[in-house]
């Protein structure tokens, strides 16, 4: 009986832990990661393929927030992720003439060996970037409203696209090790 009794409580508890299909989900999370980055490295991608169909109210109001604005037959994307855009040539420039580098952890550095005389332009660079990633990073995720889980998801997604695009072919780096994605 007791036994029983233990199963039915694991049972009923595994089903409350179980997460809505209305809530943000993993590879809802971990798609959206790679769209802004890929968007803010220069890649051409639709803000509809964020735009799920049934997808619940926290990847609905991230694709609203990702279809940014039209000029004319042009999208534009929301304004952050633009300055990233618009940011991505001059720094792809700094991390091939490698005076900045990725720090392994999805950020960049100034790289140690940068001449003094462009140490400030560059920290205006990075300053400028990391606070666009941190800014776009807590946007998307008070707008998809995760659980701890899907925001670790998101997080590693991140990252690992991060790493990937700083340190990609394009920006003059060997290419990083595959991640599925």
Same mark, same amino acid.
């Given at each position: 009986m007791i036994r029983l009794l233990a199963l039915v409580l694991t049972v009923l508890s595994a089903g409350c832990a179980a997460r809505p299909t209305s809530a943000w989900q993993p590879g809802q999370a971990e798609a959206a990661a790679w769209w802004? !980055?890929?968007?803010?490295?220069?890649? $051409?991608?639709?803000?509809? !393929? %964020?735009?799920?169909?049934? #997808?619940? $109210?926290?990847a609905g109001?991230?694709?609203?927030?990702?279809?940014?604005?039209?000029?004319?037959?042009?999208?534009?994307?929301?304004?952050?992720?633009?300055?990233r855009l618009m940011r991505w040539? @001059?720094?792809?420039?700094? %991390?091939? !003439?490698?005076?900045v580098v990725p720090d392994g952890q999805g950020g960049l550095a100034i790289a140690p060996g940068a001449p003094p005389a462009r140490r400030t332009a %560059?920290?205006?660079?990075? !300053?400028?970037e %990391?606070?666009?990633r941190v800014f776009l990073d807590g946007?998307?995720?008070v707008l998809g409203a995760p659980d701890p889980e899907v925001e670790r998801v998101f997080?590693?997604? #991140?990252?690992?696209?991060?790493r990937m695009h700083d340190l990609s072919p394009a920006a003059g780096m060997p290419p990083a090790a $595959? @991640?599925?994605h």
């Open positions: 802004i !980055e890929d968007v803010a490295h220069g890649l $051409p991608r639709d803000p509809a !393929e %964020l735009d799920l169909v049934a #997808a619940g $109210p926290g109001r991230v694709a609203q927030w990702a279809s940014g604005s039209r000029f004319g037959e042009r999208w534009v994307p929301p304004r952050r992720l633009d300055s040539p @001059t720094l792809r420039s700094a %991390l091939v !003439e490698q005076q %560059l920290s205006a660079l990075v !300053e400028a %990391l606070a666009d946007l998307v995720l997080h590693a997604a #991140a990252r690992s696209a991060r $595959p @991640t599925g």
